[in-house]
């Protein structure tokens, strides 16, 4: 069955310092891939998505994220992290197509230390 | 990006009365849209999936009965909790389906917090 697994359910760094969440799917094939972010009480805004080509993305507010077949990963970098950037982040992934039933890791809880 | 609205933010409700909670896509006509539930620090999970003119498509361990999903029109899915309990409290999420030329994506919806006393 598909999975979307974020084994980090919370990390906290230095604002300023640079940031890693990881993300490892399970499925057969290659699904389009997502991170989302949601700020607390908020629904999601999309980060970024991947679904072919440069398996480097770039999405919006400076992150990026590089998709890694030989590893089924998937995981969201930002060289410089800002007190604004504390949010819970999730990473997803659509089986079928971008638009088709949407599977969510359980997320990863950003906080940001002064 | 396109726009999702929910309507309302929030509500609370007594035990046993029914909740309508509106999903519109303002600036896009939407044939599919998805339902979610948030638990407090959990994920997404998606209950249905709603098709304009025709009947929802419930996951499984999903009351149809339950929770009523109404897909009228293009830009516009209802969600109805049926006789709501408090294990019924949660936040709940749609997203709209843009489809057209060589776009393919869902766009989220801001929430909507029930609460069931």
């Known amino acids: 069955a598909q999975s979307v697994t974020q084994p980090d359910i919370h990390i906290t760094v230095s604002e300023g310092a640079s940031l890693e969440l990881r993300c490892n799917y399970s499925y057969g094939a290659t699904p389009y891939l997502f991170w989302y972010v949601q700020s607390p009480g908020q629904g999601l805004q999309l980060l970024l998505k991947y679904f072919s080509g440069d398996t480097l993305v770039q999405g919006i507010k400076g992150f990026e994220a590089e998709f890694k077949r030989s590893q089924s990963s998937f995981n969201l970098r930002k060289p410089s992290v800002h007190w604004s950037d504390a949010a819970e982040y999730f990473c997803?992934?659509?089986?079928?197509?971008?638009?088709?039933?949407?599977?969510f890791g359980s997320g990863t809880r950003l906080s940001i230390r002064p | 990006g396109a726009v999702v609205s929910q309507h309302p933010s929030r509500v609370i409700c007594k035990s046993g009365t029914s909740v309508k909670i509106e999903c519109r896509s303002l600036d896009f006509q939407a044939t599919t849209m998805f339902w979610y539930r948030q638990f407090p620090k959990q994920s997404l999970m998606l209950m249905a999936t709603s098709n304009e003119g025709s009947k929802a498509t419930y996951e499984q361990g999903v009351e149809k009965d339950k929770f009523l999903i109404n897909h009228a029109s293009l830009t516009l899915s209802t969600l109805t909790v049926t006789s709501a309990h408090p294990e019924d409290s949660s936040f709940y999420i749609c997203?709209?389906?843009?489809?057209?030329?060589?776009?393919?994506?869902?766009?989220f919806g801001p929430g909507t917090r029930l609460t069931v006393l």
């Open positions: 997203s709209a389906r843009q489809l057209g030329g060589n776009t393919d994506t869902q766009y």
């Open positions: 997803a992934v659509a089986p079928y197509s971008s638009a088709s039933k949407i599977i």
